[in-house]
């Protein structure tokens, strides 16, 4: 049982490329979220999803897109990069939001430079 | 929305004694309350959560308390060991929106020294 699967697990990019990051699960989970980690500062929700072909702004939504096609995958896209949002990006899913474990990933590493 | 601090930001004990982690929320209309433990290059994973009924629980060497009245709860660690070396992070479970959303304290890094 694999989880939750991100992939790349690292990427390097220059300040105004765009990438996507591709978060898997395998649990059947409604519920699906994209975090960013930075030193000092916890994990803060980018955006959310309950459920496919739905998603909502978290509380750092800024220079961020994210699509929920399949119920299993979460893509979180960035249109342009900048040096402010490298960070390590994690993606989680769980079966409920009233309150209930969230299974992460392994994060991914972005640099933009 | 929910703010959630989280004391002290880095912690070291000798193995074999206790740790204790503090956080602090501000929603008083949060009722869960986890804590995740995240080892080096790893994502976080759930040890041990309480909700807004309980006041204590406890799961081998690992307890949560919960004071609704102050808004606060903790980590208890008891008889260290270095396995526990890790950053834990505690989180609220407050309404955003419509939505409700765990909100994460800053985490505390965990060192146990043998």
């Known amino acids: 049982n694999a989880g939750v699967t991100q992939t790349p697990k690292f990427r390097v990019l220059k300040t105004g490329q765009s990438m996507t990051l591709l978060c898997a699960q395998d649990m059947n989970h409604e519920y699906m979220y994209w975090y960013r980690q930075d030193p000092g500062m916890g994990l803060r929700l980018i955006h959310y999803s309950v459920g496919e072909g739905t998603t909502a702004k978290g509380e750092v939504p800024d220079g961020y897109n994210v699509s929920r096609l399949k119920k299993q995958n979460f893509l979180l896209g960035l249109e342009s990069a900048a040096p402010s949002q490298t960070s390590v990006y994690f993606c989680?899913?769980?079966?409920?939001?009233?309150?209930?474990?969230?299974?992460f990933g392994e994060g991914s590493r972005l640099t933009v430079l | 929305g929910e703010n959630v601090e989280q004391h002290p930001s880095t912690l070291s004990v000798q193995e074999g004694d206790s740790a204790v982690i503090k956080c602090t929320y501000s929603d008083s209309a949060s009722n869960y309350f986890p804590w995740y433990k995240q080892e080096l290059g790893k994502g976080p994973q759930l040890i041990i959560d309480i909700r807004s009924n309980v006041g204590e629980k406890k799961d081998q060497r690992i307890a949560v308390t919960l004071n609704k009245t102050a808004k606060h709860f903790s980590l208890h660690i008891t008889e260290t060991q270095p396995e526990d070396s890790a950053v834990y992070f505690c989180a609220a479970s407050g309404l955003s929106g419509s939505a409700r959303q765990l909100t994460f304290g800053s985490g505390t890094q965990l060192t146990v020294l043998p």
């Open positions: 989680a899913s769980s079966y409920t939001n009233q309150g209930g474990e969230l299974f």
